[in-house]
């Protein structure tokens, strides 16, 4: 199937700080992409959806201004969580669709964000 | 609006048998896809296997086959032959089809499997 990379796979950062993952497709070219956010135990919550070379779509309640999303080309897209506090500790996962009318959605490894 | 659901506490199966995941569905879509996915504890959510709402015969993909009984909206996950590695979370997903780049995924609350050995 398709390879999503996520990186990095673990960060612990200071309160403050910002932090960014990328999200890349590495056999494909994804047309949208998909950030997700998990709590322990629990199912995954969509945070946004973005397309190449245009704005992404949040989900209600999610700050914008707080998780930066920029898909910059067809197998890159970036979450900056901005000035990170210890409640945006997380698993976030990204995913990863081609265009076409393609069905299959093909996520990444994650990445566990600890913020002290 | 769509909705998932995964009702079933955490599953215990032995090893080299076979366990059925229960998931229903709710949509008024006509043209839906229906998708599991794995998550191990590592955290990575691999995808199993897929259903098309127009699909008339189930999807097998080795161990894994979905009983899909649109009827009924019900798309359970059955593993043959559980193995050790087997064990992790599942979760039932769907999604409306020919909608547009970027209709989304509907989750469910997922479903812990555990294999005894």
């Known amino acids: 199937g398709a390879v999503v990379s996520q990186h990095p796979s673990r960060v612990i950062c200071k309160s403050g700080t910002s932090v960014k993952i990328e999200c890349r497709s590495l056999?494909?070219?994804?047309?949208?992409m998909f950030w997700y956010r998990q709590f322990p135990k629990q199912s995954l919550m969509l945070m946004a959806t973005?397309?190449?070379?245009?704005?992404?779509?949040?989900e209600q309640g999610v700050e914008k201004d707080k998780f930066l999303i920029n898909h910059a080309s067809l197998t890159l897209s970036t979450l900056t969580v901005t000035s990170a506090h210890p409640e945006d500790s997380s698993f976030y996962i990204c995913?990863?669709?081609?265009?076409?009318?393609?069905?299959?959605?093909?996520f990444g490894p994650g990445t566990r964000l600890l913020v002290l | 609006a769509q909705k998932i659901t995964q009702t079933q506490p955490g599953m215990f199966v032995q090893e080299k048998e076979a366990v059925t995941l229960d998931c229903t569905y709710d949509?008024?879509?006509?043209?839906?896809?229906l998708f599991w996915y794995k998550q191990p504890s590592s955290g990575e959510m691999i995808f199993l296997i897929y259903?098309?709402?127009?699909?008339?015969q189930n999807a097998t993909e080795g161990r894994y086959s979905l009983n899909f009984q649109k009827a009924r909206k019900s798309a359970n996950l059955v593993i043959s032959a559980s193995q050790l590695g087997d064990s992790a979370m599942y979760f039932c997903?769907?999604?409306?089809?020919?909608?547009?780049?970027?209709?989304?995924?509907?989750f469910g609350k997922g479903i812990t499997l555990s294999v005894r050995p």
């Open positions: 995913s990863a669709r081609a265009g076409g009318g393609t069905v299959g959605q093909y």
């Open positions: 056999d494909f070219q994804a047309t949208t």
């Open positions: 973005s397309n190449e070379g245009s704005k992404a779509t949040y």
């Open positions: 949509t008024s879509d006509q043209s839906y896809g």
């Open positions: 259903q098309g709402s127009y699909d008339e």
């Open positions: 997903a769907m999604r409306e089809l020919y909608t547009g780049a970027n209709s989304k995924l509907t």
